[in-house]
């Protein structure tokens, strides 16, 4: 885990909403804790099950097991990251039935933070860092730190989501070691902050 300064803000308000207005929170359950919102919930046993396989699965993805230091490490952490979106999804087809459970929302957690992320990596690859690119097609060092510092970003949210779905699944994260995980306090400064349902009425 690194102090890092956000080079842009994940925007999960839609999904943030839905959580809050389709979940039904319980007095006991497994506590789901999400930026700016925690509930209970009684999974049910397919939503353990496939959570089990994604915590599996992903604790041995490579970006979720090591930090970046050089052009090939963020290659193969972007390459690692195309293998997790492509293991989620699949896994939303797997619970096509199942779209209104919390474990769906976790996931779409996951997708959309991804997707986000791409959408500045690819802006930053137009972006006029690029300018400054050396021989040999690498990075420019300023170039370097933005990547560092979103793939930062973005592992410490996949982290302490997946930390929710091990919550779902009954079961603790495997393999990965301790100086790579994350506790479970969200880096809210990461986040565009939600508007609070009166700041939403006031605007109607």
Not at 17 to 30: F, H, L, P, T, Y
Request: charged share 30%; proline share 4%.
């Amino acid at each position: 885990m690194r102090d890092i300064i956000p080079p842009f803000k994940f925007d999960l308000r839609d999904i943030i909403s839905k959580a809050r207005k389709e979940i039904n929170d319980r007095i006991s359950g497994v506590t789901i804790t999400l930026p700016f919102l925690e509930f209970s919930v009684h999974p049910e046993a397919t939503e353990k099950k496939v959570a089990k396989e994604i915590v599996i699965r992903l604790a041995d993805r490579r970006v979720l097991n090591a930090f970046e230091c050089c052009d090939d490490c963020i290659e193969h952490a972007l390459t690692s990251l195309q293998e997790i979106r492509s293991l989620l999804v699949n896994k939303q087809v797997e619970m096509a039935n199942l779209t209104n459970t919390t474990l769906f929302l976790l996931i779409e957690l996951m997708l959309e933070a991804i997707r986000q992320f791409f959408t500045f990596e690819e802006q930053l690859r137009k972006h006029k860092h690029i300018a400054l690119e050396l021989p040999g097609h690498l990075r420019s060092p300023d170039t370097k730190e933005l990547y560092f510092a979103s793939l930062e970003m973005l592992r410490g949210h996949l982290h302490r989501c997946l930390l929710q779905v091990a919550a779902i699944a009954g079961i603790a994260i495997p393999k990965i070691v301790n100086h790579m995980r994350y506790d479970n306090k969200w880096q809210l400064e990461a986040y565009e902050s939600p508007l609070l349902e009166v700041e939403v009425n006031k605007k109607k």
